[in-house]
Structure formats: C-alpha cells, structure tokens
C-alpha cells in the first residue's frame, strides 16, 4: 500500500555532468530520440511476413504497421537500417514518397492524418542483414550449423534495435499491443518465433509458413526468430492457483534427452519468482527455451537458450557447491524485468539488468538460504569496476557500457537498500509493487525513484542519487572507542551527493543496531554490550575506512 509522500524527483545533473564530454552523432539522435515524427503516432500492431534464404543469407519480405495519431501529421519515421533495401512503402495500396538518413526512414503520408485516427502502413524489403560478429553482444544475424551440419540461424539485436532486420518504430517507448510474425523457411526446418504458434502452412516452393503470434505487448527487440533442425517437447507447470503453464522446449535432437532432464530445473524457478512478483507475465502465450548457437538471450516467449546445457554460466560463475543454470534463471528472470517492465529509454537500461541480476540472488535465496545468497551476491563484486554511472545518457540510445555496472552494480545496491529499509516485507513490497505498477507497460528511472520514496513513506533520492548518477560508491568512515562494556561508535559518510544518508545495520553477531549516517556529519552512538572486538557491519555496496574520522 502506497503512503501519501511523493516528490517531483528528476535528478539529472550528475549524469549531465559526466556525460558531457561524449560526442554524439546526428544519427545516434535520429535512433535515440523520441522525435516530434515518432511522437504523432503510436504503434498498436505489427504483422510482420518474411522469407529467410539460408544459402544467400538473404530476407525478403514485408511489415504493415497499424498504428493511432497521437496528434495531427503528414510524416512519420520509421527505422531500417541503411544496408536494407525498400522496395516500397504503401498506404491502402498507395505508393508513399519517403527520404532515407542513416537508419531512420521519414515517410510523407498523402495528407493530414488528424489526431485519433487509425491508419495502416505496409513496408516492403528486402536485403542481405548485418552479421553478428558476437551474439549476442553485438547485434545482427547469426548463420551456423550444429552439430550434425544442419542449417541453424537466430538474431540478437538488444543493443543495435530490431531494425537491423526488420522496419518498425525502433524506439523503446513504443510497444505494440501485439504482433504476428510469419516466417517461410526450406522445408525440413523448423522456425521458433515468440507467441503461440498458430499455424504451419506447406508451400509449393520447397518451404514452410509458421505462423506466431504475440498477444501481449512486446518491445521490439525482443522479437526474433529461430531456424533449425529442431524437436519439439513440452512440459506444464502449476502456479499455486492452480492454474496450468505450457513449457515448451525447442531443442536439438541428439540433446532431446539431455534437454528433459536439464530443464526440469524451470518448475522451481518459475515458482520462487511467482512467489516474488506474481504469476508468469506472459500466461497466455506460454514459456518456451529455445536452443541457439549463441550464449543467451532474453527473447520473450521464447527465450534463446545457449549455456549448452552446462550448471552457471559455461560451468562456472557460480559457486561450487550450487547447481542451477544461470541463462535459465537470467533470462527468464527478464521476462519480468526487460519484458513485462520495459524502459522508455536506452540511458536506463539498469532497469533491465540490475533487477534481473538481483532476481538470481533471490532465485538462490528461495532455493538455498539467506547466507547462500549473499555468497552468490560476492562473487559478483569482482565485475563491479565504478567507472561510470549505471544510468546512461538519455536521447541517443546508449549502448556504451564501460563495463557491467548496470548488471552488478545494480543489483548490489538493490541489496544495499534492502539493508537500508532493514524491512523485508518492506522492501520485498517495494519490489513487488514496482512490478505490478509497470508491468506491460515502460518507465524510467526517475519513475522507480519516485515510487521507492512514495512506497517507503521516506526520501530515498539521495541514496538512489549516489549510486546511479556517480561512479564511484560512498565510503563510511568510523571510529570505535570502547567505554566499559559499551562501545562508542563514532560515523559519518563520505559522498558525493551531499545529505547522503543510507542507514546501516552494525553491532555485533548476537545484536544488530541501525545506525543513520550522513554525509559530512559525524555523528555518535552508544551499543550497548558490544566489544570492539566483536564490531561488524552488515556489508553492502559501499567502501568503509576505520579510524579516518580525524582524517
């Protein structure tokens, strides 16, 4: 239940700051940009109808966009990128006229759609895709075989946008209400979309139609496609409703019975994070794994699957003693976080990652323990570098991460603050609410702080402040006298952010007090029964210096 406190938090200024001295292109604006020409209209549809050549590594196909006027308008972008061809783009079978610059396409429509109006565009192309030179890290089509040397192709395109392959309104903040995706691939292959699967179609040249289709919202560059030699198996899971889930699991054959085993570990998953947040968020169009010849991705519906069926990632990456898939818990902690709470904007994809990576903490927390989480949590501090702020540039779709701070970081201070609140049912609401409140739809950062600091009844922007908008992280200074068998604790905070002022649990193993620390304050409490000997801090994502108060 929310409190009556809520502030106007846009704290910006940090980040300005830092980023000031980045050199942006006209096309990183074009592409990052929430222009007056993607403003007018909003995207309700997309039916998307492609052929795939696998021996020219060639696509060839055709988009209609239905979208609503948001506001009066005789032109539009869309985005493809360059290296596409258009054949044409009609509206109602009339030829449009349109210019090209870099990735972005204007259309000029043949008057002034009024604001409330629907309308409908088809864009017909065709072209040899960017290759992924390391999906999915770096975006664009992937052409393998697999094991047996049959054909097997995906596409991963988080950073680069789904224009790489396919026309569309290429920006975060626009997701349609659903989507039909038809692929026509070589017949004996088999092509995994997101969605349902709908209907398989035998076509006389030698190829097969699948039809899918997405019945929930969904972010553009979450829409793939899988083509391969693949066998299908599936599996339900009940939610603690009742309710029944299709699993299903797309798979190479000779791994058929090493994917049923290996898989059995989702139902546990899937129930810890029903526990969290809810119910799976894509109910409808079920869960699915797809095996791909790169490492993961967070495809929704239709999660990319390439941790070749290994404990961790790759076998490693998690500790010893534990054994669960970290692509499976990753990704389909994603549909979540990055699918079901989607951000407007590049510059705050740690909404994405950071909660998603704090998902695996509480995957193991639910599994395991407490104690166990918080060794998984460890082995996540060695890849926090502090070199730039998690929250990235806004307008320019950002994808220059100087490191995985957005991912670990992230995650780390989500731990922090749940330190901080030193109330669980607290903090785990705060998530939770935070989820119900934006699911199916997109926010920012400034809209997690403003809800934190209504949810919580305090002001937490300082906290949130310091740790997305700076590199570097606070340091608590102390110093420790012991008076009998007290001890006196004397405690400040060093940050950047002025009034910083994030409580931390100290004392002893046998009793915890919590301490309200603030920047450039010393301040000065009594424990009662703690030995200095004994003193400890509840460890979160800050540096601590002792005896430096002088200093």
């Given at each position: 239940m929310l409190t009556g406190l809520m502030l106007n938090v846009e704290f910006c200024a940090a980040q300005q700051d830092y980023f000031r001295g980045y050199k942006?292109?006209?096309?990183?604006?074009?592409?990052?940009?929430?222009?007056?020409?993607?403003?007018?209209?909003?995207?309700?549809?997309?039916?998307?109808?492609?052929?795939?050549?696998?021996?020219?590594?060639?696509?060839?196909?055709?988009?209609?966009?239905?979208?609503?006027?948001?506001?009066?308008?005789?032109?539009?972008?869309?985005d493809l990128f360059n290296n596409l061809k258009i054949n044409e783009i009609t509206y109602y079978d009339l030829p449009l006229t349109y210019q090209?610059?870099?990735?972005?396409?204007?259309?000029?429509?043949?008057?002034?759609l009024e604001q409330g109006s629907s309308a409908t565009i088809r864009v017909f192309y065709e072209g040899y895709p960017t290759e992924a030179k390391r999906a999915p890290w770096d975006g664009g089509f992937v052409w393998e075989k697999d094991?047996?040397?049959?054909?097997?192709?995906?596409?991963?395109?988080?950073?680069?946008?789904?224009?790489?392959?396919?026309?569309?309104?290429?920006?975060?903040?626009?997701?349609?209400?659903?989507?039909?995706?038809?692929?026509?691939v070589p017949r004996p292959l088999v092509a995994v979309c997101n969605g349902n699967l709908r209907r398989l179609e035998r076509l006389d040249n030698g190829y097969n139609l699948y039809h899918w289709f997405v019945s929930y919202p969904i972010n553009s560059y979450n829409v793939t496609l899988n083509i391969g030699k693949y066998i299908h198996f599936d599996d339900r899971y009940v939610a603690a409703d009742g309710d029944s889930l299709l699993l299903d699991y797309y798979v190479m054959p000779y791994n058929l019975e090493k994917a049923k085993k290996h898989f059995e570990q989702v139902k546990p998953m899937l129930a810890c994070y029903e526990k969290l947040f809810g119910k799976y968020p894509f109910w409808n169009d079920g869960f699915a794994l797809v095996e791909t010849k790169y490492l993961g991705m967070e495809h929704q519906g239709a999660i990319a699957y390439g941790n070749q069926y290994n404990r961790g990632y790759l076998g490693g990456m998690i500790p010893r003693d534990m054994d669960w898939d970290y692509i499976i818990v990753h990704e389909s902690g994603h549909e979540y976080f990055g699918n079901a709470v989607s951000v407007s904007d590049h510059g705050d994809m740690w909404i994405h990652e950071s909660f998603t990576t704090y998902m695996e903490a509480l995957y193991v927390e639910c599994m395991y323990s407490f104690k166990d989480a918080i060794r998984y949590l460890q082995t996540q501090k060695s890849?926090?570098?502090?070199?730039?702020?998690?929250?990235?540039?806004?307008?320019?779709?950002?994808?220059?991460?100087?490191?995985?701070?957005?991912?670990?970081k992230g995650a780390w201070m989500l731990h922090t603050l749940r330190l901080g609140l030193a109330n669980d049912d607290q903090f785990f609401g705060l998530l939770r609410g935070f989820y119900d409140q934006f699911k199916y739809t997109t926010c920012t950062t400034d809209d997690f702080v403003r809800f934190a600091n209504a949810y919580t009844g305090q002001d937490l922007t300082k906290i949130l402040e310091q740790y997305l908008r700076y590199p570097s992280i606070p340091r608590l200074t102390y110093d420790l006298e012991q008076q009998g068998t007290d001890l006196k604790v004397s405690f400040r905070w060093e940050a950047d952010v002025p009034g910083f002022d994030l409580p931390v649990m100290a004392g002893s193993e046998s009793k915890m007090y919590l301490l309200h620390p603030v920047t450039g304050?010393?301040?000065?409490?009594?424990?009662?029964?703690?030995?200095?000997?004994?003193?400890?801090?509840?460890?979160?994502?800050f540096a601590v210096k002792k005896k430096g108060l002088k200093g």
């Open positions: 942006f292109t006209k096309a990183d604006s074009l592409r990052g940009t929430l222009s007056k020409e993607r403003r007018c209209y909003d995207v309700t549809f997309y039916d998307l109808n492609i052929a795939v050549d696998l021996k020219k590594k060639f696509i060839k196909g055709y988009v209609d966009i239905f979208f609503d006027a948001t506001e009066d308008f005789t032109m539009m972008q869309i090209r610059l870099y990735n972005s396409v204007f259309v000029h429509l043949p008057g002034t094991e047996k040397g049959n054909p097997w192709v995906g596409v991963a395109c988080e950073g680069a946008g789904a224009s790489i392959w396919w026309p569309c309104k290429d920006h975060l903040s626009d997701e349609p209400d659903s989507m039909a995706i038809h692929v026509a890849f926090i570098v502090n070199n730039q702020p998690i929250v990235g540039p806004r307008d320019v779709n950002w994808d220059d991460f100087r490191g995985s701070d957005h991912y670990y304050e010393v301040r000065e409490v009594v424990l009662p029964g703690v030995a200095k000997s004994d003193f400890l801090i509840s460890e979160g994502l």
